[in-house]
């Protein structure tokens, strides 16, 4: 079972810097796309960035220049490094693995419980 598990929120300044972190019981056998999202109060949960399995990434407008998404397949991690944080950015941290389909492996998306990134003034 693949059970996403956030870390490396805080408090920080703005302008400051987190890097966080999502660690996953991957399948070796299986191809993996791994994203975070985020999501404040009374609002729908939103894209941030994706890497692809072949470590092609994209990202929201509106973290384009400032968050830099990577993976290590040997770790099974995924990372999140924001820089120049914005209060804007303040909200609780999804990391999302899709397992994509393959004679080996069945699709499916797996979601964490989220960490949460504050960001002050």
């Known amino acids: 079972q693949v059970q996403p598990v956030e870390s490396g929120g805080g408090s920080v300044q703005a302008g400051g810097s987190l890097r966080l972190s999502c660690a996953a019981s991957?399948?070796?056998?299986?191809?993996?796309?791994m994203s975070w999202y985020r999501q404040t109060p009374g609002k729908e949960r939103e894209f941030v960035s994706r890497?692809?399995?072949?470590?092609?990434?994209t990202y929201a407008d509106s973290v384009k220049g400032r968050f830099t998404i990577s993976r290590d397949n040997a770790k099974k991690m995924v990372y999140l490094q924001m820089n120049s944080l914005k209060p804007e950015d303040t909200a609780m941290y999804y990391c999302?693995?899709?397992?994509?389909?393959?004679?080996?492996?069945?699709?499916?998306?797996?979601w964490g419980q989220g960490t949460q990134v504050t960001v002050f003034s």
């Open positions: 991957l399948l070796t056998s299986c191809i993996y796309d």
């Open positions: 999302q693995v899709d397992r994509r389909y393959s004679i080996w492996c069945r699709a499916a998306s797996y």
């Open positions: 890497i692809a399995p072949d470590d092609n990434t």
